[in-house]
């Protein structure tokens, strides 16, 4: 969703992106040096913001459903099997 809020922006501006990966370090020095009005251009900075901060904290939940999937024999058995993850394994049981 915020990722299609700052491509809205853009299209809405008649601003293409010349790299595929807009979310990248590259993509990102585009949407800094891009030209904006005020308020598109803080809709993109707060986008931005909050995809960082849900990216950390999905690395965190990550690490703490891994911790826990360690401590599980069950999840251990299930990725036994093959193409099944740790989120997998959890989601099963």
Do not use: W, Y
């Amino acid at each position: 969703m915020l990722k299609n809020k700052i491509h809205a922006v853009l299209i809405r501006n008649g601003i293409q992106s010349p790299r595929s990966d807009l979310f990248g370090k590259s993509g990102r020095k585009f949407l800094e040096s891009t030209s904006l009005p005020e308020t598109e251009q803080i809709i993109v900075c707060l986008s931005l913001k909050l995809l960082d901060t849900l990216q950390k904290e999905m690395v965190a939940l990550e690490a703490d459903l891994s911790a826990r999937a360690k401590e599980n024999p069950n999840v251990k058995l299930l990725m036994g099997i093959p193409d099944i993850s740790i989120l997998s394994a959890l989601t099963i049981l």
